[in-house]
């Protein structure tokens, strides 16, 4: 097997890698490893595709809940075309999968052991030890590309299962499949699959696949009776499949190109046309050439680790959500449409800021496809997969979306329809399916200030609702809405109604606490502020600790809550201290491997001591990223965690709804983000290193900020961030932050 860039792919990518400015791009892609993090509860795809791709080829192991089809143990079940990267939860997708066999087809297992699994950009290529077989895979935006190489053998095979799909404890189930042989040469059918992690309605994946090399026999098989020579099977709500027939020499390669839709077997042929050559590395430079595009956005200058790291991260977080745009099965429209937000309750808070920031322009194409399922489906989802909304975690987080792309100045927005849709998750009760769409619990809300223990995840619910009220308050403002204005910021101050000041731990007093219908409170022996929780709990993959501090729009009034600056600041000290639990998940009670806490960090800058905040930030890119398989502190979310450690690298991070951007620690002495409308952003961080973490002084386009913090509106043509950094603390940044409230 080839493992390293041979001359013909080299040759390639000199010829398809070319700039957005015309001249020839850096090749970045020696930089990303796409087996980082596919372990240790990461969960990423580690198959080819391209940014935001349809198609996602790559293994589907035997393991149950390894949500990208990937498994450390496993054997290979086979090599499919559909998935997701990075979530938890229940699996979605494994759909149209195909294995390069010999001898006799088992149905009941065909899975192998495998060995020599590599993977680069745009390349997965792996051996089956039981057929002695190998597969290499890459991928366009809506095709694949499939080569395997079989020894010498008069039965080799080619199997297409269409009654495989990954398997969890959210199941998917098979709703029925076909499958048609064409020719020799050509296959087209459908899988139709419900379920999985949103507990979807049923989606249809339609393919079109066509060899290189004629099949020397065929046959399909229905609910594994396998049938020689019939060549189709017709929908009857059982697993379908087919299989081509080869007498092999020794290394001979057969080489299939798929193409993938959620339209029609004829769209899947339509969409196959994008792979126009059979030549696998030149498919390969093709898929490459688009990431570069990508990996070019931003130049850093660092270590092989560091790069290694940082463009991996870059990449996870442009692996979703999925451009579906003309492939809607739902309706027609000419608008935009993404699919696979997997969830903006994790994405809202760094995913979707870096978009903004580097990508606005498919920022947008994303808000108005996410307005579109509003006006035809009646509600703009927190969370869609397989065409279908669901689930929601916690807040109508789509909220903050709309609002941030306004106070940051994007355009191509139907603002006032947005503000609608903002309104109908504040009011309308999405009815009996609470986790599917709009807010839950809020005839609790707006009639108390608070959802109460009578619905789930009350505690997140009531918390990121005041935040998702004050995003409706803000572009209300904007648009002259003076009275909606006015009712949503009184609203967004609805999280201190969970404020019980008489709870007190570790030596502090104050926390989110539930409260029954009638307003009172839970006692101290029903609830602790270290009780964490999942769907049917108080709070979302969170616990009162760490949600307590969960305020992003009101931080003045929660350091007022907490007692002052020097109360909050020491109640932050613990928090990222006190060793409750197994520092191997946690720092201190720290738990960046789920979202509530991505901005806690932060939160020392709004008490003057952006020294804690680099020492914490500091702390956690270098503990726990890193470039191994377990190189990602948990699920990475749809590229969540990713994008969290590329804007903290860079030095600042978004409080995601506002035009505020709030200085972390640089850890690269110079990078340049070349933004989409041609300007530059230059960043340079003089004497940054491992051991010069604290901001010295900061110049913002050649003027001094005092503050640490600074607009996006400042950056957003491009400029100047020029830092100085030292080994001790300075009197920099004691001025805080202006709270936006």
Not at 64 to 87: E, L, Q, Y
Not at 431 to 460: H, L, P
């Amino acid at each position: 097997m080839n493992k390293y860039f041979n001359i013909a792919i080299v040759t390639a990518l000199s010829v398809a890698i070319t700039s957005f400015k015309g001249n020839a791009m850096s090749d970045l892609s020696q930089y990303v490893d796409p087996f980082i993090g596919v372990d240790g509860g990461g969960n990423v795809f580690p198959g080819p595709c391209v940014p935001f791709g349809m198609v996602k080829v790559g293994p589907d192991c035997g393991g149950k809940d390894w949500n990208a089809g990937w498994d450390r143990d496993g054997n290979i079940h086979g090599f499919s075309n559909v998935h997701v990267s990075g979530t938890g939860g229940g699996c979605k997708y494994g759909n149209v999968l195909f294995a390069p066999i010999t001898g006799n087809l088992d149905m009941q297992d065909y899975s192998s052991p495998r060995n020599n699994e590599h993977v680069a950009l745009g390349l997965y290529e792996v051996d089956l030890k039981r057929y002695g077989t190998s597969a290499r895979l890459t991928a366009l935006q809506r095709s694949a590309m499939h080569e395997y190489t079989f020894p010498a053998s008069d039965d080799s095979k080619i199997i297409i299962d269409l009654g495989s799909f990954l398997s969890s404890h959210e199941r998917q189930y098979l709703v029925g499949s076909e499958v048609r042989i064409i020719s020799d040469k050509e296959i087209e059918g459908y899988t139709r699959v419900r379920g999985g992690w949103n507990i979807g309605e049923p989606y249809t994946v339609y393919f079109y696949a066509v060899f290189d090399t004629p099949s020397d026999d065929c046959g399909t098989w229905k609910s594994h009776r396998v049938e020689p020579g019939k060549r189709e099977q017709y929908d009857t709500s059982e697993p379908t499949g087919a299989y081509f027939s080869y007498r092999t020499s020794d290394k001979q390669k057969v080489t299939v190109k798929v193409g993938i839709s959620y339209l029609s077997t004829g769209k899947a042929r339509m969409n196959l046309s994008e792979m126009n050559s059979w030549n696998f590395d030149e498919v390969r430079a093709a898929c490459v050439s688009r990431w570069n595009e990508i990996l070019n956005k931003i130049e850093v200058k660092g270590s092989d680790e560091q790069k290694k790291i940082f463009y991996t991260a870059l990449y996870h977080s442009y692996l979703q959500p999925v451009d579906k745009t003309g492939e809607n099965s739902k309706w027609i429209s000419d608008e935009p449409y993404y699919d696979d937000y997997y969830c903006i309750w994790d994405t809202f808070r760094a995913t979707h800021p870096l978009f903004t920031l580097l990508t606005p322009s498919k920022q947008v194409d994303m808000l108005r496809s996410l307005l579109d399922i509003y006006r035809y489906e009646g509600y703009a989802p927190d969370a869609r997969s397989g065409d279908d909304n669901g689930r929601v975690q916690g807040g109508s987080n789509v909220d903050i979306l709309f609002t941030d792309a306004y106070v940051k100045g994007l355009k191509g927005i139907d603002y006032e329809l947005a503000l609608e849709a903002m309104i109908k998750n504040a009011e309308v009760s999405p009815g009996d399916d609470e986790r599917k769409e709009g807010r839950g619990g809020i005839s609790d809300y707006n009639e108390k200030g608070f959802v109460s223990t009578k619905f789930e995840r009350a505690g997140t619910r009531t918390m990121e609702y005041a935040n998702c009220d004050y995003a409706i308050a803000t572009l209300a403002r904007g648009l002259k809405e003076k009275e909606i204005a006015q009712k949503y910021m009184e609203r967004s101050r609805n999280w201190q109604n969970l404020w019980n000041p008489d709870v007190e731990s570790l030596g502090f007093k104050g926390f989110v606490w539930p409260r029954y219908s009638d307003g009172s409170w839970w006692s101290e022996n029903d609830y602790s502020v270290f009780q964490g929780g999942t769907w049917p709990d108080f709070v979302y993959e969170t616990f009162s600790w760490e949600l307590s501090f969960y305020v992003p729009h009101d931080v003045n009034a929660l350091i007022e809550k907490c007692g002052g600056k020097e109360q909050f600041t020491r109640r932050l000290d613990t928090y990222f201290s006190h060793e409750k639990w197994d520092q191997r998940w946690y720092m201190g009670l720290f738990q960046i491997s789920n979202e509530p806490g991505f901005l806690t960090p932060t939160l020392y800058n709004y008490v003057g001591r952006p020294d804690k905040t680099a020492e914490v930030v500091r702390k956690t890119l270098k503990e726990r990223y890193n470039t191994t398989k377990e190189g990602i502190p948990g699920n990475d979310d749809s590229g969540s965690m990713s994008s969290w450690y590329v804007f903290h690298a860079l030095g600042f991070y978004p409080n995601t709804g506002q035009d505020l951007y709030l200085i972390s620690s640089p850890t690269f002495e110079e990078a340049v983000i070349h933004l989409e409308n041609g300007r530059d952003l230059s960043i340079k961080a003089k004497k940054a290193s491992d051991k010069n973490i604290y901001v010295q002084s900061v110049k913002l386009n050649g003027e001094p900020l005092d503050a640490c913090s600074f607009k996006h509106t400042d950056i957003a043509n491009g400029g100047t961030l020029e830092f100085v950094m030292g080994s001790k603390p300075s009197k920099w940044g004691t001025v805080g932050v202006e709270n936006q409230l």
